[in-house]
């Protein structure tokens, strides 16, 4: 079992920047592909970025491509969102996700494949 804390959610004013972490504890951190998704009330939950396990792959929702940069540090077990640019529509509940694939190139956007999540930060973007 892998536990996932989300921090670094906070207000901000549009077109300014945060960094979102997540800590990882439990089994080994390097078996586990990393998901950002995100979530609003009365929406469904969103796929916002992925990373592989090996941080070779990178995959992100079209929504936020070049402006968004998901990282991880495994020697941490952190991974990491930048969020540049943002915009009132970036406002959402922040999840961190792990799911476990034998390529350490896969990522995936499909929430359903992910089996571990954490409790959410909260980022507010104001215009």
């Known amino acids: 079992q892998v536990q996932l804390v989300e921090s670094g959610g906070e207000l901000v004013q549009a077109g300014g920047s945060l960094r979102l972490s997540c800590a990882a504890s439990?089994?080994?951190?390097?078996?586990?592909?990393m998901g950002w998704f995100r979530q609003t009330p009365g929406k469904e939950r969103e796929f916002v970025a992925a990373?592989?396990?090996?941080?070779?792959?990178?995959a992100y929702a079209d929504s936020v491509k070049g402006r968004f940069t998901a990282s991880r540090d495994s020697a941490k077990n952190m991974v990491y969102l930048q969020m540049n640019s943002l915009k009132p529509e970036d406002t959402a509940v922040y999840y961190c996700?792990?799911?476990?694939?034998?390529?350490?190139?896969?990522?995936?956007?499909?929430?359903?494949?992910?089996?571990?999540w954490g409790q959410g930060t909260q980022v507010t973007v104001s215009s």
């Open positions: 439990g089994r080994t951190f390097s078996n586990y592909a």
């Open positions: 996700a792990a799911t476990s694939p034998s390529s350490a190139y896969y990522t995936t956007g499909d929430r359903a494949q992910y089996d571990y």
């Open positions: 990373i592989s396990r090996n941080s070779v792959s990178k």
